[in-house]
């Protein structure tokens, strides 16, 4: 399912390292439910793994291995390291876009992602793309008031907690 960049060379042991590990894990929670895919940006020495799901509504995840670990789940981001605490929470991340414990509120210059994990914690991923320097002005310009998504699970069925 995952083919390996041409050079990984490029890559510090670190990162291949963290890349092979996410692999193996979104291989093997994702099963046939989805297409896993590492490529390499060409000139750079970054790669990345898209794990797209066959379902079309639910949260595409992608993992980008340059200096800080890039996960995104749907329209949210968290920067991590390469430490074995922050690779547990980018699988953590994963797991809940493949059971579908994916919820967005977006707007034209905003979105909040929220995943709920398996034992009912939360993580947050806030990111805004226009200026709203003061918290006051999310409720008068409408802020986290936009559509809401909640993706469904890679394959049904899947609990939802």
């Given at each position: 399912?995952?083919?390996?960049?041409?050079?990984?060379?490029?890559?510090?042991?670190?990162?291949?390292?963290?890349?092979?590990?996410?692999?193996?894990?979104?291989?093997?929670?994702?099963?046939?439910?989805?297409?896993?895919?590492?490529?390499?940006?060409?000139?750079?020495?970054?790669?990345?793994?898209?794990?797209?799901?066959?379902?079309?509504?639910?949260?595409?995840?992608?993992?980008?291995?340059?200096?800080?670990?890039?996960?995104?789940?749907?329209?949210?981001?968290?920067?991590l390291?390469?430490?074995?605490?922050?690779?547990?929470?980018?699988?953590?991340?994963?797991?809940?876009?493949?059971?579908?414990?994916?919820r967005?509120?977006?707007?034209?210059?905003?979105?909040?992602?929220?995943?709920?994990?398996?034992?009912?914690?939360?993580?947050?991923?806030?990111?805004?793309?226009?200026?709203?320097?003061?918290?006051?002005?999310?409720?008068?310009?409408?802020?986290?008031?936009?559509?809401?998504?909640?993706?469904?699970?890679?394959?049904e069925?899947?609990?939802?907690?």
């Open positions: 399912m995952a083919s390996a960049g041409p050079d990984d060379s490029r890559l510090s042991a670190e990162q291949e390292a963290a890349l092979s590990t996410l692999i193996a894990h979104a291989e093997g929670v994702a099963g046939d439910t989805a297409v896993v895919r590492r490529r390499s940006l060409t000139g750079l020495a970054v790669d990345v793994i898209d794990v797209a799901p066959h379902n079309p509504r639910a949260a595409h995840v992608a993992i980008t291995a340059e200096q800080w670990l890039i996960v995104s789940v749907g329209r949210g981001r968290w920067e390291d390469y430490s074995d605490t922050d690779i547990a929470l980018a699988k953590r991340l994963m797991d809940a876009a493949v059971f579908g414990h994916v967005e509120a977006h707007g034209e210059r905003w979105s909040r992602t929220t995943v709920t994990f398996g034992d009912g914690t939360r993580e947050g991923s806030d990111v805004r793309t226009g200026l709203f320097p003061f918290l006051r002005c999310r409720r008068r310009f409408g802020m986290f008031r936009g559509p809401r998504v909640r993706y469904e699970p890679f394959a069925p899947f609990p939802r907690p």
